[in-house]
């Protein structure tokens, strides 16, 4: 992915303001100032809005000023998706998800103009959060869907406006997904106050990547304070969507044999909330058995939270037995995280956390298409697949084509 041009910078509003003013000729657009033709720009100089010399210097090189269609399709996304229009969001998270290079560089102009909003809001109400984030992984066939249909009915009856990102697992031969989680949940794709999106997996591990991080900035930027995250599976790789979420639950299905070996410990020790679903009928005594079981378990693994202890609940799709209850304990969790400190504490990790994570994809990337490496590339992997060298000699070789060839 390339980097940002100083011109283009310009575009993006500041959000830190920690640092007083000293460019009095700084150009940043911000609230509105996208409208007008480029002819027409105006200069606008605001508290905060500074570009480090070095790094400005070296954006500059990458990339052109907004062109008028750009400026305007952009002026369009952000003013629809604030005002609150479904197609105006689906447009934006079209927008994030594509690997276009100039593309991927307008989505975030447009994800900072997001991002001032969302501040500016959470100032007005004192700092409280704009959203809850609430993440659901759970192995197939535990009700995830049907859950999260549940779930978001009774929201929008109490006047949340909730959306659900939902994530496919696509396919190894072609990268393509059904998609199908939205015709599993029809009578909550109907819902005025609720917005499912399907994306696939691309066979990111886990199913959340950077655009799923995104994605919930920009549905909390068109006034959705429940944001629902529903992953492939479980696993260990599963946990990547507790790194962009305040809340985890887990959600396992009763009598499905030996529950806590065969879910792995690294996803328990995450879950800040374990529902037991389809506890009814039949399905009541093995779900008591397993709640039990997992909170007991749960009194073993060292606690993330200083304040809160993670429980377990029983719950019921069909009947809709436990659901009000399971929503009290994710308020409560709430609650109890922002009283003490440690959700916005939270969030702030979680970001440094994602930034790491895309400085290493886009150094991987940067490294697979350097010169060097492109030309040695297929003779050391037919070497590796005959046996000829190890695997280890041939990436010490690639890495140091690269790194004689960037010196």
């Known amino acids: 992915m390339r980097l940002f041009g100083l011109p283009l910078l310009r575009h993006i509003p500041p959000l830190l303001r920690s640092t007083p003013p000293s460019v009095t000729g700084s150009r940043c657009l911000h609230r509105g100032a996208f409208a007008g033709p480029p002819s027409r720009r105006q200069r606008i100089s605001r508290p905060g809005c500074r570009h480090g010399g ?47 290079p100039r593309k991927k560089e307008l989505a975030q102009v447009l ?38 249909e549940v779930v978001g009915k009774m929201l929008t009856a109490r006047g949340h406006k909730v959306s659900v990102l939902a994530v496919d697992p696509s396919s190894c031969t072609t990268g393509g997904s059904l998609l199908g989680d939205k015709t599993r949940m029809t009578e909550l794709s109907r819902d005025m106050n609720a917005f499912i999106r399907p994306s696939p ?17 920009l549905c909390e930027g068109a006034g959705y304070d429940v944001v629902l995250v529903e992953t492939v599976g479980v696993g260990q790789s599963e946990f990547a969507v507790a790194d962009m979420v305040d ?29 037991v ?10 779900a008591r058995r397993i709640q039990a079981e997992y909170t007991s378990a749960l009194k073993l693994l060292r606690r993330q939270s200083k304040s809160w202890n993670p429980k ?4 019921s799709s069909y009947t809709n037995e436990g659901i009000p209850e399971v929503w009290a304990k994710m308020e409560s969790y709430r609650d109890t995280m922002v009283a003490n400190g440690e959700f916005r504490g939270r969030r702030r990790s979680q970001q440094k956390v994602w930034m ?24 050391l992997e037919e070497r590796v697949t005959r046996g000829a060298i190890s695997p280890g000699l041939a990436a010490d070789l690639l890495l140091k084509a690269f790194s004689s060839s960037s010196s």
């Open 54 to 100: 070095g790094v400005s210097t070296a954006l500059g090189q990458h990339v052109q000023d907004l062109s008028g269609p750009e400026e305007r399709l952009l002026n369009k996304l952000y003013e629809g998706l604030v005002g609150g229009r479904r197609a105006s969001l689906a447009e934006s998270i079209t927008l994030v998800e594509t690997q276009q």
């Open 201 to 217: 997996a691309s066979g990111t591990l886990g199913g959340v990547t950077r655009t799923t991080n995104e994605a919930i900035v």
């Open 312 to 315: 377990v609940v029983r719950a």
């Open 277 to 286: 679903t389809k506890s009814d009928g039949d399905l009541v005594v093995p």
């Open 111 to 148: 994800l900072q103009r997001v991002l001032a909003h969302r501040e500016e809001q959470e100032r007005r109400k004192g700092g409280t959060p704009a959203a809850f984030r609430i993440g659901l992984s759970g192995p197939p066939g535990a009700g995830k869907s049907s859950f999260i």
């Open 247 to 275: 809340m985890f639950v887990l959600l396992i299905p009763p009598a499905g044999g030996d529950e806590l070996q065969g879910i792995k410990r690294g996803i328990i020790e995450r879950a800040d909330l374990v529902v």
């Open 356 to 379: 790491w994570l895309l400085i290493q994809e886009n150094v991987l990337l940067h490294f697979q298409n350097h010169p060097g490496v492109r030309g040695a590339l297929p003779h």
